[in-house]
């Protein structure tokens, strides 16, 4: 038991969390054979899905949110970026996924588990530009 007392916080709260994240992904895959994208989720919902697709899609968005509240109780407000920047930012990203046809838990979670030749692609390029983008905001370049 000494070893798991060594074991930093944080690796334990990331190794819960992706437990948590594989565990969803599975269940709602097997379950009712869907992917836990939440892009295709919410775009569902925003399209207009049928009265029984619409209830499980429903489901998983609240139980994001109630995860994400009983993680975090406080709001997080202070993003260190002006409202206009953070609303320019979701656009940018919701364009993002339409573009590359997912997000990175459609692609990054659930496409790498199926072995996706394109999902590795996204995955590949959404990081990189992830990481290129805060090399240039924070750090003032490469």
Excluded: Y
Aim: some cysteine.
């Amino acid at each position: 038991m000494a070893f798991l007392q060594s074991i930093p916080d944080a690796w334990v709260a990331g190794l819960t969390g992706g437990l948590l994240i594989g565990v969803a992904a599975f269940s709602l895959l097997w379950l009712i054979g869907r992917i836990a994208g939440i892009s295709g989720i919410v775009g569902g919902l925003l399209a207009g899905a049928p009265a029984s697709d619409r209830a499980w899609r429903l489901a998983f968005l609240a139980g994001l949110l109630l995860a994400g509240a009983l993680a975090a109780p406080e709001p997080m407000l202070n993003a260190g970026s002006s409202p206009l920047m953070l609303v320019v930012a979701g656009l940018l990203v919701g364009f993002g996924t339409r573009l590359g046809n997912g997000c990175t838990s459609g692609h990054g979670v659930c496409g790498l588990a199926r072995l996706s030749w394109r999902s590795l692609v996204a995955t590949l390029v959404f990081m990189s530009a992830g990481i290129a983008t805060v090399t240039v905001l924070r750090h003032g370049g490469f």
